[in-house]
């Protein structure tokens, strides 16, 4: 069978891979909204399933780390254990805790669309420490721009403008014969909600600045799986620390093969060790801004899940602001496909070139790995040599004739 490749050498499958791989992690990432929810409700400590949720990521990534990379694995330096540690307490313990506790106070869909910040946080970190370029008399950073504030403003809608409750069919039987709540128990939710809403946005910026140090990280300890491993289990030590001075009781240690296990056990699998490694490997080829991107695919599927299994309302701000998320995506998206053409384009354009020319002795010498600036230096001093090579004898030749006379 043909494959089709691009003029870059890299067949369709090979491209379309960051792209299939960051999709199915949202859809990890829902599941692991609704279930988790689930378990808060049912009062699991957050702080126990931090811990939880990373040894379990832990132990399921390690052997993989040690079989397939045990002859690439660098040595860990100072700089790179200390970059680890900040990874550890950045993603499992900063991030997970408040996000957990900002998902307790309000809503799965909520959550998520906090969370589309993300992209916006990290553009602007990755501006910052120099790792995405803005140069706004060019389309594609335009569209980065532009689709990073749209990204913002559809989830920004959704947060502050709900609108009429959109009934879908599923949804219409629940809500007829749900429990309407009083004035006094709304106003405790409001100021909940309120105290979520800062809890999730100090876990997005926290989420963001991962995604930077971990790409930077990359490039110094190029073991993929290995810095998985490193940062769950350096995350579950932190986070057990974090866990005896928030709580006192032991009996929140408890669990069962209830619920409570299920959340700790997907989490630490599914949206710890194997999104951990995936993450890694699309920030490592496309960069952090291309993988924050899809967030906002996520806050869609976890109103439709919710909507199926918490009887989940969903509103018209919610759908517009969809709208606008994903409008945004697009356009960021296709600011980065344009950036990564230009960038392939460049590299073919640098192709080291073999040459021959002639020395001012007669000489043939061998030029390699030149580029266009080069060629042209070459060329010139080639010519400049035979100039040289023809003027030599013939001055040895007039003062010849000289001593004859």
Not at 177 to 206: E, N, Q, R, V, Y
Not at 258 to 278: C, F, P, R
Request: with cysteine.
């Amino acid at each position: 069978m043909a494959v089709v490749k691009d003029a870059g050498g890299e067949s369709l499958m090979q491209r379309c891979k960051p792209y299939v791989a960051m999709i199915s992690l949202q859809f990890g990432y829902a599941g692991m909204n609704v279930i988790t929810k689930v378990s808060l409700n049912h009062g699991m400590s957050h702080y126990v399933l931090v811990v939880y949720r990373h040894a379990f990521a832990t132990l399921s990534i390690a052997p993989f780390a040690l079989v397939l990379e045990r002859k690439v694995r660098p040595r860990i330096t100072p700089w790179v254990f200390l970059q680890i540690f900040v990874l550890a307490l950045l993603g499992p313990v900063i991030d997970q805790n408040f996000y957990y506790a900002g998902l307790k106070f309000t809503s799965p869909t909520f959550s998520c669309a906090m969370s589309n910040m993300l992209p916006a946080m990290t553009f602007i970190l990755a501006v910052l420490f120099r790792m995405e370029k803005v140069n706004l008399k060019k389309a594609r950073y335009v569209a980065k721009v532009v689709g990073t504030l749209v990204t913002v403003a559809g989830a920004m809608l959704m947060t502050l403008y709900k609108g009429r409750v959109v009934e879908m069919v599923w949804t219409k039987h629940m809500h007829l014969h749900g429990p309407h709540p009083d004035a006094a128990a709304a106003a405790a939710a409001d100021k909940d909600w309120l105290t979520g809403s800062i809890f999730l946005i100090i876990a997005t910026l926290a989420w963001a600045s991962l995604f930077i140090l971990q790409a930077a990280t990359l490039k110094r300890y190029d073991a993929p799986l290995s810095l998985t491993t490193l940062i769950c289990f350096v995350g579950t030590l932190q986070a057990i620390v974090v866990t005896f001075v928030m709580e006192r009781q032991t009996s929140v240690w408890r669990v069962g093969f209830d619920m409570n296990l299920l959340a700790a056990a997907y989490a630490g699998i599914v949206t710890s060790s194997i999104a951990y490694y995936v993450q890694g490997l699309v920030i490592q080829s496309r960069g952090p801004v291309f993988a924050s991107a899809f967030s906002p695919l996520m806050m869609i599927i976890v109103a439709i899940m919710g909507s199926f299994i918490l009887a989940e309302n969903i509103y018209l701000g919610g759908i517009v602001g969809s709208v606008l998320i994903v409008a945004g995506l697009y356009s960021v998206l296709w600011g980065k496909h344009k950036e990564n053409l230009e960038k392939e384009s460049q590299a073919a354009m640098e192709i080291p070139v073999a040459i021959k020319t002639v020395d001012g002795n007669g000489r043939i010498m061998d030029i390699v790995e030149l580029d266009e600036v080069q060629l042209e230096k070459a060329q010139a001093n080639a010519i400049a040599n035979a100039a040289v090579a023809v003027t030599v004898p013939a001055e040895e030749a007039r003062m010849q004739g000289k001593d004859q006379a």
